[in-house]
């Protein structure tokens, strides 16, 4: 997900964020931070509570605890989190315990989703501005409290490694001593924070935290919850969307050696047993009746016709300049195209799983999860208990995408450990996982553009067909009958004379969930919008990257990313036959990515992505490694899907049900991928997603390139790339 | 059935079905949750371990097809290995973990690869590591940190083979 409003800015925030108390708390200080949001505002209980966003604790002893907000699923957000802790509180980070944050919206609210969530490559920012401001605090505090105690100006102390120094008098004093009395002055409101050119993190590759433990076997995902009497359940939901439980008879399962139970849901059937196997066991041996229900009939044919009849429906209309329909009707020529996407999976490696285990009075969850309080709302509003009463043990994510950003997995594993004695860890199949996913939904763009005798175009317009997430998922992200994310980048970083872009809500039949999928809105209209510019290139008869140059004077950092990564490619030098150059660009989650594709085409259609180059401007780049990280891991993310990616439905039942059927990228057939960051003193943007946002319309562009062949439907169907 | 496992050096009594696959005797009777779930049918590699120190998918391995006295090794003794030692400093140091899900089974396959072939060439890596699925993307890191891990193992030592025999998976 994006974020519509710009991250908080160091101005915005200085107003909008104020420190709302602070105290020795458990012999620590601890300061925090409450961003405005208007969740704050409606927990008057919590008001005068220390609030959100990350906190730091520092005890008497020096011990130095930095809590975390945001999830770690692969992102590095644990390591780049505490850089910014660690560098404005000048504290090494191997002086540091780093904990998760526990489920808490009033404290751990994303100031712009306003809810708990780690998503829309947000995370930093996010936290730029907060977590730097919280480590500066506690900084200034500390420095105040030792310029006190000595006697001195506190612009005399400094502070390194947890110390303060008094360098004329060469008296020094460690972080812990200084706690007491530090929590008895008052809070700073207006703090200096470090000048970027004396960083001794942030900007730097510092070594991963959360990385060490998982190469011994050692991390703890959800899926490694053990607790003590835990017993093991595989579970079977309706394989028809909205389907229910018929009937079933228990008895072949319960036969099972180590079987105990058989849990019936309106909509599933569990079996619990002592291991996994025994219950997966239990539950094939089960012969389930289903009440199919609505959606029993349903197929892709059916949903691909009614995503196209709505193409054909009024939208309503989210952005228009100019007047593009008289200056389509007075241009020399119209460009006019469909695209359509497919429903795709999530896949993360590790299966959706809760362990969960349901008391009297209480409950206890063991999970990973992107979004944790709307977990620990949704278990609690299924077992009819306060929030309360509902712990979360927050774990590693292994893989989310997106995925898990959804909770229904933790609302049915209570369902089921509310029936049971003791604590059980409900695992899904891999062939749950792939048929119960929530699904980034088909979605189908028309583009119309005019174009003047020279070529150039004079009007833009985009009518997006797809579900509104954001209205079920996030309501403040679906104003006036529009989903913010379904228009991500519907335009383009391009300067159109004259633009409308228009959305028309087709949600999927009642039962098919659909969801968010990493790279979110730009990943449909960034393939769009780079397609169009180039068949409108093609037909101007121009270069692409010249054509794209000649409508970016407005973007001089997108323009900076294209022409980097033109030039890192050798964009221009002649390539063998059958191979073909592909550029796209982007300008979203506050950063700038352009990528080039290199492709083979074989006469047979068969085709290999050789080469990607990409160059993200993300601002300042907190942990350069890490964005290289990401930035490999969205293409090949993104190729997978270009090349594999579908999903469908047959009977109202998913098709597809492992990695055979739906697969993904492996090692043999990954591309050379060469990340380049552009130096930038900008605020951070978002580097999760735009690496796979951009890269399907690099590798259809060069397709283009390699063969004539336009793509308008992904995933890339290699029928069509075979030569006549 | 009861009969006895020996996993990582230690014998565990163990009481359970033959058909049970050895992936969830690890990770759900004896705790060791290193070895990971992915697929279920030998697609996707998190699950890998070494029996008689060849890589095997445990998720369909029953124990019944473990010979007698089998030795398993999972990735929480894969340190114990000095082959298993450098590639796990060399993921580090080449940075390749992300989310890390699949990284115990990318790890016990690369080294059984290195177990072998001490100068492992890009398609022997292709060859044993392709059966690993990654959604992270780390392919490339990975790559270059059994390139990094070799290059600190003595060549002398690499045997003729190419690649580890590994039983035939999906």
Known sequence: ?724 | MQRNLTVNGRQYPVDVDDDTPLLWVLRDVLGLTGTKFGCGIALCGACTVHVDDAPRRSCVTPISALPDGARIRTIETLGELPEGKVLQQAWLDVEVVQCGYCQPGQLMSAAALLSVNHTPQDADIDAVMSGNICRCGTYARIRKAIKTAAAQLPSAEAGTERVPAMEAHG
Not at chain 1, 280 to 300: F, V
Request: with cysteine; glycine share 10%.
């Open chain 1, 1 to 724: 997900m994006q974020a519509k409003e710009t991250s908080v800015s160091s101005s915005a925030c200085s107003r909008r964020a104020f420190l709302v108390g602070m105290t020795a708390v458990g012999g620590g200080l601890l300061v925090s931070f409450r961003l405005s949001p208007a969740a704050a505002q409606t927990s008057p209980a919590v008001a005068d509570f220390l609030a959100p966003n990350a906190f730091i604790r520092i005890d008497r002893a020096g011990r130095v605890t930095l809590i975390l907000p945001y999830v770690e699923m692969g992102q590095g957000a644990y390591t780049s989190q505490a850089q910014l802790l660690a560098e404005e509180l000048e504290v090494d980070l191997d002086q540091v315990t780093l904990e998760a944050a526990p489920p808490d919206e009033s404290l751990y609210s994303h100031p712009v989703f306003g809810d708990q969530i780690t998503g829309g490559s947000a995370g930093l920012r996010g936290s730029w501005d907060t977590l730097r401001r919280a480590g500066a605090t506690a900084r200034v505090m500390l420095e105040t409290a030792a310029a006190q105690r000595w006697g001195v100006d506190g612009a005399e102390c400094t502070t390194r490694r947890g110390e303060v120094v008094h360098g004329a008098s060469g008296r020094r004093a460690k972080y812990g001593a200084l706690v007491d009395d530090a929590a008895r002055l008052p809070v700073p409101l207006d703090i200096m924070l470090k000048d970027p050119a004396s960083y001794k993190l942030i900007g730097h590759s510092v070594k991963r935290v959360d990385t060490p433990e998982k190469v011994t076997g050692a991390a703890k995902f959800g899926i490694d919850a053990l607790p003590a009497g835990v017993k093991f359940a595989a579970v079977a939901a309706c394989p028809v969307f909205g389907g229910k439980l018929g009937t079933v008879d228990e008895r072949p399962a319960l036969r099972v050696r180590g079987v105990h139970q058989v849990v019936k849901l309106d909509d599933a059937v569990a079996v619990v047993a002592d291991h996994t196997w025994a219950a997966r066991k239990g539950l094939a041996a089960l012969d389930i009746s289903w009440n199919e229900g609505a959606s029993a009939t349903l197929d892709t044919a059916r949903l691909v016709a009614d995503c196209d009849a709505a193409l054909e429906r009024e939208g309503v209309v989210v952005a228009e300049t100019g007047d593009p329909e008289a200056a389509e009707a007075q241009a020399a020529s119209r460009y006019e195209a469909v695209f359509r996407m497919p429903m795709l999976a999530h896949l993360a490696m590790e299966p959706i799983n809760c362990t969960a285990h349901v008391r009297e009075d209480d409950c206890e969850i063991w999970v990973g999860c992107q979004r944790l309080a709307l977990a620990r709302r949704l278990a609690a509003e299924t077992l009819g208990m306060p929030v309360e009463k509902v712990t979360i043990h927050n774990h590693l994510l292994g893989g989310g995408f997106g995925r898990r950003l959804e909770a229904d997995y933790v609302a049915q594993a209570v369902r089921i450990a509310r029936q049971l004695e003791g604590p059980v860890k409900v695992t899904w199949s891999r062939e749950e996982d792939v048929q119960h996913d929530y699904y980034r939904f088909h979605n189908h763009s028309r583009v119309r553009v005019g174009i003047d005798a020279q070529q150039r175009p004079v009007s833009f317009s985009h009518r997006i067909v797809g579900p509104s997430v954001m209205a079920r998922w996030l309501p403040i992200f679906f104003q006036n009958g529009v989903d913010l994310d379904m228009v991500g980048g519907a335009t383009g970083p391009y300067r159109w004379p004259a633009q409308r872009i228009e959305y028309v809500r087709q949600e999927a039949p009642p039962g098919l969930a659909t969801g968010n999928w990493r790279g979110v809105g730009p990943t449909r209209n960034v393939f769009v919008v780079e397609s169009v510019i180039d068949d409108l290139a093609r037909a101007a008869g121009r270069d692409p990257l010249e054509y794209r140059r000649s409508l970016l004077a407005d973007s001089p950092r997108a323009l900076a990313v294209l022409e980097r990564a033109a030039d890192l490619a050798g964009w221009g030098r002649p390539l063998t036959r059958g191979r073909g150059r592909g550029i796209s660009l982007l300008n979203d989650f506050g950063s700038y990515v352009a990528e080039v594709a290199e492709v083979s085409v074989e006469p047979s259609g068969s085709l290999r992505v050789e080469r990607v180059v990409c160059v993200v401007d993300c601002g300042v780049a907190v942990n350069p490694d890490v964005v290289h990280a990401q930035m490999e891991g969205g293409i090949i993310f993104g190729l997978s899907a270009a090349l594999y990616g579908k999903i469908t439905v047959a009977n109202g039942r998913v098709e597809q049900s492992n990695f055979d059927d739906c697969p993904v990228l492996r090692m043999n057939e990954t591309p050379s991928i060469e990340v380049h960051i552009v130096d930038s003193a900008e605020e951070p943007g978002g580097v999760g997603e735009p690496g796979t946002a951009a890269l399907f319309p690099a590798v259809t562009n060069a397709i283009y390139a390699a063969t004539g062949v336009r793509l308008y439907e992904l995933p890339i169907d290699r029928e069509q790339l075979r030569s006549a």
